[in-house]
């Protein structure tokens, strides 16, 4: 495993988000288009949780959320920012990482 310095992993812009809206992607089946509230503002991610998480799990769903990716479209669709999962190899199983306790939307992960 190679090591970053804490310059490199200072910039990565992490923060607690709320899942607002979700929708299942019309042109993909393991595609949700979702919503987050991250405090000042709303950003959209293209996500494949649809095998790990029904819609009605995902809203309200406190989150951890890279978001200072740079946009990416998929399946015509823009994602600006990208949940954070525990994901097995395999695909398997794939799991949100979300705080321990209920945070502010916005608040930055150190």
Known sequence: MSTISYGDFAKL?????KI?????HQNADKLY???IDIGEKT???????????TEEEL?????VVLVNLAKAKMRGE????????????????SVLLTPERLMSSGVRVV
């Open 33 to 35: 288009i979702v919503q």
């Open 78 to 93: 823009t994602s600006e920012c990208m949940l954070l999962c525990a994901e097995t190899d395999d695909e398997s199983e």
């Open 59 to 63: 809203m309200g769903k406190q989150v």
């Open 20 to 24: 607002i809206e979700v929708a299942r």
């Open 43 to 53: 950003l959209q991610t293209v996500t494949s949780l649809v095998p790990y998480y």
């Open 13 to 17: 812009d992490i923060r607690v988000g």
